[in-house]
Nanobody, 113 residues
Framework: QVQLVESGGGLVQPGGSLRLSCEAS????????MSWYRQAPGKEREMVAG?????NTDITDSLKGRFTISRDNDKVYLQMSSLKPEDTAVYYC?????????WGKGTLVTVSS
């Protein structure tokens, strides 16, 4: 069973930035795709950003220009800037491979003054 661990969440003021990290218990390059999702209180979980094994990235249209996804040899990152109160949510990491689908437990991001 693969473990995904998110970190980097916390309380940030509107306009601030945060970088979330996702670390897997096996090489991130073993997955076809890794993604970030988020779930705000009372709302459905939504996809935020993804990166495939080739390094191609995609960002939800409404978040382009503020959020970016990247990776290094060990982790996948979500860089968030110009944060707004509506970005408050639990952010989850997801890893997908053939017949495999894993989720982390999430990290809470709260944007508030």
């Amino acid at each position: 069973q693969v473990q995904l661990v998110e970190s980097g969440g916390g309380l940030v003021q509107p306009g601030g930035s945060l970088r979330l990290s996702c670390e897997a218990s096996r090489s991130i390059f073993s997955f076809n795709r890794m993604s970030w999702y988020r779930q705000a209180p009372g709302k459905e979980r939504e996809m935020v950003a993804g990166i495939d094994s080739a390094g191609n990235t995609d960002i939800t249209d409404s978040l382009k220009g503020r959020f970016t996804i990247s990776r290094d040899n060990d982790k996948v990152y979500l860089q968030m800037s110009s944060l707004k109160p509506e970005d408050t949510a639990v952010y989850y990491c997801r890893a997908f491979a053939y017949r495999e689908n894993y989720w982390g437990k999430g990290t809470l991001v709260t944007v508030s003054s």
